[in-house]
């Protein structure tokens, strides 16, 4: 667990979770003055890149194709850096993958990708989307904070 982790996750989709993993990673770096790595982990796309009208060079699926080889010194030089400050990993562009990009998205590489961004950046910022709690654990698990983004309806809550 790395106490500079923190997992933003939504209760249900529309709740404003990458909205808040957004402002949450800005506020930290204008705050701190430290390195903040913001990881858009949401699916089907990058909703990130569309919201700062974002053209990043590299994504999230590129960094997992490379896996096997990356390091902090790798991941740090595919993040875009933003003029906020923080270093963003878009997500995919395009809701669609490729064959071949489908199987380098496992659980296990994403555990990999958020072990390898808490040792590149001082706080770490991952924004999830909607997950099922129970299967995404082992990502779950590396979070100093998790923040889940909830709406007060019965139907965001769940009851």
């Known amino acids: ?5 923190i997992v933003v996750t ?13 402002n949450l990673a800005v506020q930290l770096a204008m705050q701190t003055g430290r390195r903040v790595g913001l990881l ?5 796309f990058g909703q990130i890149s569309l919201m ?10 590129d960094a997992l194709e490379r896996i096997v080889r990356l390091d902090e010194a790798l991941l740090a030089s595919m993040a875009m850096r933003h003029k906020t400050g923080i270093e963003i990993l878009a997500g995919p562009l395009h809701a669609p ?13 994403l555990t990999k990708l958020v072990e390898i961004a808490a040792a590149a950046f001082e706080f770490t910022i991952v924004d999830m989307g909607v997950v099922n709690a129970a299967e995404w654990s082992p990502v779950l698990t590396h979070a100093g904070t998790l923040l889940l983004v909830a709406e007060p309806s ?3 809550l769940g009851m």
Do not use: H, N, W, Y
Not at 1 to 5: G, H, S, W
Not at 12 to 21: D, I, Y
């Open 52 to 61: 700062l009208d974002l053209e990043p060079r590299f994504t999230i699926l």
């Open 97 to 109: 993958m490729k064959p071949e990009q489908r199987q380098s998205v496992t659980l296990a590489a």
């Open 10 to 22: 939504g209760s249900k989709g529309g709740v404003g979770t990458t909205t808040v993993a957004l």
């Open 154 to 156: 019965v139907l965001a």
């Open 40 to 44: 858009d982990l949401a699916r089907p």
């Open 1 to 5: 667990m790395t106490e500079q982790t």
